[in-house]
């Protein structure tokens, strides 16, 4: 089946560690894109990118990383540097290089959980 | 930068009757697309229906419709004859340049 896969569902960080949050998608979309979701905060853009080895900065980038190698795969690493990470993460992409009016589709997610 | 404002941040409706969702934006684009998402409790954003500004008639998806006011920048959806799986978030989302969402209504259906 088509669609996009995150990684894992639920994961644990320790203080000071960075963890990577996997997204493969095999929709064939140029476009992909890191959301950030908190309660009562809607959605916020951390990263996305247009096309591979290409990725732009979205209002929230601060604490994150991201890289894209392969069309269908663009990782989130969660730095030490986010002082705030506990969070649930959503990966989406659409179809083109970016432009208005293309439908983002996600994933089903991952909650990142610092202890 | 464009806002997108969902005022009712909890909404509940009784199985079978009909339920109205509200969305206010701000804008200064002339082209731009707007989006309904719901999610479910199993969180996964799902596409409920879509807008296009420079089209005046309402979008419709079966038991949901919007009503788009342009001049008013507001984008309300419409659940008909709601369903015990029609509980959910719902988000509004507005797309000029760049996604916005709203903050979310949570939608309670009653049996």
């Known amino acids: 089946d088509g669609g996009i896969t995150q990684s894992p569902k639920y994961l644990f960080r320790k203080e000071g560690q960075n963890v990577t949050l996997s997204c493969e998608q095999n929709?064939?979309?140029?476009?992909m894109y890191w959301y950030r979701q908190d309660p009562g905060q809607g959605l916020r853009l951390i990263y996305y990118?247009?096309?591979?080895?290409?990725?732009q900065k979205g209002d929230i980038a601060e604490g994150y990383s991201v890289s894209r190698e392969k069309k269908e795969s663009f990782p989130l690493t969660v730095t030490s540097a986010q002082k705030n990470p506990t969070a649930f993460y959503l990966c989406a992409s659409s179809i083109g290089v970016r432009e208005i009016g293309n439908t983002i589709y996600f994933g089903e997610g991952s909650w990142l959980t610092v202890v | 930068a464009q806002t997108v404002t969902q005022s009712q941040p909890e909404m509940s409706v009784q199985e079978a009757e009909t339920v109205t969702l509200s969305c206010t934006y701000d804008?200064?684009?002339?082209?731009?697309?707007l989006f309904w998402y719901k999610q479910p409790p199993s969180r996964q954003m799902i596409l409920v229906i879509r807008q296009e500004a420079y089209k005046q008639q309402n979008a419709t998806e079966n038991r949901f419709s919007v009503n788009f006011q342009k001049a008013a920048k507001s984008f309300s959806l419409k659940i008909s004859d709601s369903q015990l799986g029609d509980a959910a978030m719902y988000f509004c989302?507005?797309?000029?340049?760049?996604?916005?969402f709203g903050t979310g209504t949570s939608l309670t259906v009653i049996p």
């Open positions: 804008t200064s684009e002339s082209d731009y697309y």
């Open positions: 989302a507005f797309d000029g340049n760049q996604f916005y």
């Open positions: 990118s247009q096309i591979v080895n290409d990725f």
């Open positions: 929709l064939n979309h140029d476009a």
